[in-house]
């Protein structure tokens, strides 16, 4: 929504700045009223944080109709720059309407560069994923990502008695009741304003451990796909906040006999949209020599606890593929065997993943190949 704000004028002199003047042992401010109407604007980038890099963001107040301009931060305070030389650059790359403050505001997706030469920082991964992206753009890779994450309160997952565990996995996964789900006003909450601020988010559903909830991003290409994931997760946390929970994205939240986190990545191209063979081919593309063992070190941390083999997940030292397979590392959905064409699910891929390199790595290893045909 738009805002106004008052200007407070030095006593007397006309001057844009805000001061107190004393009257005897009391203070006050003098203001000379100036209305303006403003907007704010999140802008939010990927930390330095290993092994997970954590999401942050500031508030700029911009005038109405100001286009968003790069900003800084301190990236001694982030994990991106020592004391010495901590200023880091905030180049605006995407940005949407902020279902939390109002339509008028701005959510903002920023890139994180080296103000002397306004190069990448090292912490940027979107650049080189625009990069692969352009380079087989012809092939039209598209991708749909299912981000699965679990809520925590006082330390323990949604739903789950103070002491103990709730019953074995079975009925949560789409379930319905309060015997079965928690956390379901998070989730409306958070499916309404992904809508409102106009991002691809083409579903949702509660997940086979309790307390644990998915939603999905996409169809987008190699580069949106990963801007919006990062969205879709920074709504997800501002939200939890507001009901007190933690949204974690934890590869293995809880250990035992209960589901791991995943961030399933479905990916298509123009081929694999057209052929049988473009599937295949892009299924052993990715178990190629060194490929799999280049995929798993970059698809998240916490994949040796939650890729054992068992709920639903091939073991991560092991790459095979299968239609309908929910063991395998990529499954080929069953529609896509009958009809002959459409796309792939790499289910390797940890909640806690960076998007932009795993699109980046999917696109690179699977276009590659196809561009051999």
Known sequence: MRHRFTRCSHWGNGTETTVWKPVGARLRVVCIERTQVVYQAEYMWIDGTEPVALLRSKTKILPDGADLPIWGFDGSSTNQAPGDNSDCVLKPVFDCPDPLRGPDDRLVMCEVLIPEDMSPHP??????????????????????IEQEY???????PLGWPANGFPAPQGPYYCGIGADEVAGREIVEAHTKACIDAGLAISGTNAEVMLGQWEFQIGPLDTVSVADQVWMARYLL?????????NASVTAKPILGD?????????????AMRESYD????????????????????????????????????????????????????VRIPWQVAKEGKGYIEDRRPSANMDPYTVTRLITETCCSALAED
């Open 123 to 144: 912490t940027n991964t979107r650049t080189a994923c625009v990069e692969t992206y352009e380079r087989y753009r012809d092939q039209e890779p598209i991708f749909g």
């Open 150 to 156: 679990t809520l925590f309160k006082n330390g323990r």
């Open 237 to 245: 946390y501002r939200i939890s906040e507001d009901y007190g929970v």
């Open 258 to 270: 209960w589901n791991g986190a995943g961030a399933h990545t479905n990916f298509s191209t123009r």
């Open 278 to 329: 473009a599937i295949i081919k892009a299924c052993e593309a990715l178990g190629q020599p060194g490929k799999p063992e280049e995929h798993i070190a970059n698809y998240g941390t916490g994949y040796e606890e939650r890729l054992t083999g068992l709920h639903e997940t091939a073991h991560w030292s092991e790459f095979r593929y299968g239609v309908s397979d929910r063991g395998a590392s």
